[in-house]
């Protein structure tokens, strides 16, 4: 696939799923995301999902 390339690779630790407010509040502290933008991601039954990784690497080369 042209265009394409893996750069690094992390470890999945935990997957939450829980409704935004809770998500935002928990990790408000990272930065990543505003509050709205996690509501956003709320599917149809007012939930979001949150991925936890860690032992991130980035590879020397692509």
Do not use: C, N, W
């Not at 470890?11 to 998500?23: G, H, M, N, S, V």
């Not at 930065?31 to 999902?49: F, L, N, T």
Request: net charge negative; hydrophobic share 40%; glycine share 8%.
């Amino acid at each position: 696939m042209e265009g394409q390339m893996v750069v690094g690779s992390s470890r999945l630790d935990e997957a939450l799923i829980d409704t935004p407010d809770t998500l935002f509040s928990k990790f408000e502290h990272l930065g990543v995301y505003g509050r709205a933008e996690v509501q956003e991601a709320a599917d149809a039954s007012g939930r979001a999902m949150a991925l936890r990784f860690s032992d991130t690497e980035i590879f020397p080369s692509r």
